[in-house]
Antibody, heavy 112, light 112 residues
């Protein structure tokens, strides 16, 4: 069974940093591109970043480019999202996805 | 960026009825590899989105054949026949042909 389990969320002040993790199981993680997608409270879905299976190709939404870094450790079956210079508008539920499978999401709240 | 326009925003339906949801893109979603990366998701209240249809017309594992996807180029449709209570929620289309990937704003399927 494919499972994606996110962690690392929480309440953080504007301007601070946070690192999200997503542990994958039930499939060959190293063979799949992965994504982070977020959903602000009461709104729709926003694609944040994608990374190819071997980390050769990485893409970001303009809203996070230069502040967020997506990475992966295929030996640990783990996807990461390093978030810096956080803003109130980054407040959202962050999902780790394989396009066909999604995690349950982890909440990030940016507030003073 | 590719703009994804979903209509209608809200769609009242009777149980057992049939509905069509539309998703239009501002440019062609045909990838250089010949595939069209247009997918449909359903997000039920309090849950993560779940994949229904991938690459326009392919039903994901476990998705009932009441769901069907069609379309090409810039114009796509999701049809649901014999609507059941578990079909209620918000439907999103996603294009992953181009970066940044973009979602439609969603169509909320609700009881009439």
């Amino acid at each position: 069974e494919v499972q994606l389990v996110e962690s690392g969320g929480g309440l953080v002040q504007p301007g601070r940093s946070l690192k999200l993790s997503c542990v994958a199981s039930g499939f060959s993680f190293s063979n799949y591109g992965m994504n982070w997608i977020r959903q602000a409270p009461g709104t729709g879905l926003e694609w944040v970043a994608s990374i190819s299976s071997g980390s050769s190709y990485i893409y970001y939404a303009e809203t996070v480019k230069g502040r967020f870094t997506i990475s992966r450790d295929n030996a640990k079956n783990t996807l990461y999202l390093q978030m810096t210079s956080l803003r109130s508008e980054d407040t959202a539920l962050y999902y780790c996805t394989r396009t066909d499978y999604w995690g349950q999401g982890v909440m990030v709240t940016v507030s003073s | 960026d590719v703009l994804m326009t979903q209509t209608p925003v809200s769609l009242p339906v009777s149980l057992g009825g049939q509905v069509s949801l539309s998703c239009r893109s501002s440019q062609s979603l045909v990838h250089s590899d010949g595939n069209t990366y247009l997918h449909w998701y359903l997000q039920k209240p309090g849950q993560s989105p779940q994949l229904l249809i991938y690459r326009v017309s392919n039903r994901f594992s476990g998705v009932p054949d009441r769901f069907s996807g069609s379309g090409s180029g810039t114009d796509f449709t999701l049809k649901i026949s014999r609507v059941e209570p578990e079909d209620l929620g918000v439907y999103y289309c996603l294009q992953s042909t181009h970066f940044p990937n973009t979602f439609g704003a969603g169509t909320k399927l609700e009881l009439k």
